[in-house]
């Protein structure tokens, strides 16, 4: 980051828990809040303030909770305009961890989060309460599968509203898990061959171990031939369990919150189809849940550098407002 290059961060005052431990390995959860609440406290009754939060991205394959050049401008600029405490938590990554094992971490992550985050000392000192009935979920590519199995598999936990930035949401898409060499964000991975054995020769290296973040240009490649290879899904249910038929648990719980879903429509990495099939399967299990679709000129990840002043984000952000 160069000198005249602003942290995003910067708006935010910001501490660290653990909020599981998996065979010794910690699992981590950043807490942030607007730092002009902070500065700006008096003695006096506890601010209450609603909560955002957030799942990130990475392919289930890299990434972490704090990856800063993945947050949207956006999505920070909202939460401080709502005076919103933000919740990033890490979880286990593939391909040495299984879907069924995020789901694990997804579930353990909610009962720190009722249980536990209300008592955290630093909010007190920071003199602020959560507000546990107004929890906006958003996921970013990946992550957004964990938002949406956060609602339907946390029934107790009052999820207002979901974002899905560019997500599989709905996985039975031919593009997104058949083998095909094609470009992945502009440039091509190894061939076929080639990226399966690379693939299978860093599971040998890495298995039995546990994993929670990942340098997403040190690993680009892997991700890279996993996609082209068509490997997600396969990964993700290496561990079979029910809870990852995403369409499955929505025909069986037949609610949802309110969901806005944001999808570049040249994506390279999660087709947009991922999402407008899931709105097609929303239209005919829960016809009567507030959805909106926006789907725009793009690629992966290509809203980061936009502002709540682009139309469409501030459209997007009314129809979320009035839910959260």
């Given at each position: 980051m160069s000198s005249t290059?602003?942290?995003?961060?910067?708006?935010?005052?910001?501490?660290?828990?653990v909020y599981?431990?998996?065979?010794?390995h910690e699992i981590w959860t950043s807490i942030l809040i607007p730092r002009k609440?902070?500065?700006?406290?008096?003695?006096?009754?506890?601010?209450?303030?609603?909560?955002?939060?957030?799942?990130?991205?990475?392919?289930?394959?890299?990434?972490?909770r704090m990856y800063e050049p993945w947050w949207s401008d956006w999505l920070l600029e909202l939460a401080l305009s709502q005076n919103a405490?933000?919740?990033?938590?890490?979880?286990?990554?593939?391909?040495e961890a299984s879907g069924a094992d995020i789901m694990d971490d997804m579930d353990a992550f909610w009962s720190w989060f009722s249980d536990t985050l209300p008592g955290a000392t630093d909010l007190k000192s920071w003199g602020v309460r959560p507000d546990f009935d107004r929890i906006l979920c958003?996921?970013?590519?990946a992550g957004s599968t964990i938002a949406l199995h956060s609602a339907l598999q946390r029934r107790d936990v009052a999820v207002k509203a979901i974002v899905s930035l560019y997500g599989p949401l709905y996985g039975d898409v031919p593009e997104f898990k058949m083998a095909r060499p094609r470009k992945i964000i502009g440039s091509y991975p190894?061939?076929?061959?080639?990226?399966?054995?690379k693939i299978r020769s860093y599971m040998q290296r890495t298995r039995g171990t546990i994993r929670t973040s990942g340098d997403p240009v040190e690993m680009w490649?892997?991700?890279?031939?996993?996609l082209q290879q068509g490997w997600i899904p396969r990964l993700v249910n290496a561990r079979p369990d029910s809870r990852l038929d995403s369409v499955a648990e929505l025909e069986r719980i037949k609610t949802l919150p309110p969901i806005w879903l944001i999808h570049g429509e040249q994506d390279s990495v999660v087709p947009v189809a991922c999402s407008t099939e899931f709105v097609k399967c929303m239209e005919e299990i829960v016809p009567?849940?507030?959805?909106?679709?926006?789907?725009?000129?793009?690629?992966?990840?290509?809203?980061?550098?936009?502002?709540?002043?682009?139309?469409?984000?501030?459209d997007g952000c009314n129809f979320i407002l009035r839910y959260w």
């Amino acid at each position: 980051m160069s000198s005249t290059q602003k942290c995003k961060f910067e708006g935010f005052e910001r501490t660290d828990k653990v909020y599981s431990v998996v065979d010794g390995h910690e699992i981590w959860t950043s807490i942030l809040i607007p730092r002009k609440l902070v500065e700006k406290r008096e003695n006096g009754a506890d601010i209450v303030i609603p909560v955002l939060v957030f799942w990130h991205g990475g392919g289930f394959i890299v990434g972490d909770r704090m990856y800063e050049p993945w947050w949207s401008d956006w999505l920070l600029e909202l939460a401080l305009s709502q005076n919103a405490l933000i919740v990033a938590p890490d979880y286990r990554l593939l391909p040495e961890a299984s879907g069924a094992d995020i789901m694990d971490d997804m579930d353990a992550f909610w009962s720190w989060f009722s249980d536990t985050l209300p008592g955290a000392t630093d909010l007190k000192s920071w003199g602020v309460r959560p507000d546990f009935d107004r929890i906006l979920c958003v996921g970013q590519s990946a992550g957004s599968t964990i938002a949406l199995h956060s609602a339907l598999q946390r029934r107790d936990v009052a999820v207002k509203a979901i974002v899905s930035l560019y997500g599989p949401l709905y996985g039975d898409v031919p593009e997104f898990k058949m083998a095909r060499p094609r470009k992945i964000i502009g440039s091509y991975p190894p061939p076929p061959r080639q990226a399966a054995a690379k693939i299978r020769s860093y599971m040998q290296r890495t298995r039995g171990t546990i994993r929670t973040s990942g340098d997403p240009v040190e690993m680009w490649e892997l991700v890279a031939c996993i996609l082209q290879q068509g490997w997600i899904p396969r990964l993700v249910n290496a561990r079979p369990d029910s809870r990852l038929d995403s369409v499955a648990e929505l025909e069986r719980i037949k609610t949802l919150p309110p969901i806005w879903l944001i999808h570049g429509e040249q994506d390279s990495v999660v087709p947009v189809a991922c999402s407008t099939e899931f709105v097609k399967c929303m239209e005919e299990i829960v016809p009567d849940v507030p959805r909106l679709l926006s789907v725009v000129d793009g690629d992966h990840s290509f809203d980061v550098a936009l502002t709540m002043q682009v139309d469409w984000i501030a459209d997007g952000c009314n129809f979320i407002l009035r839910y959260w």
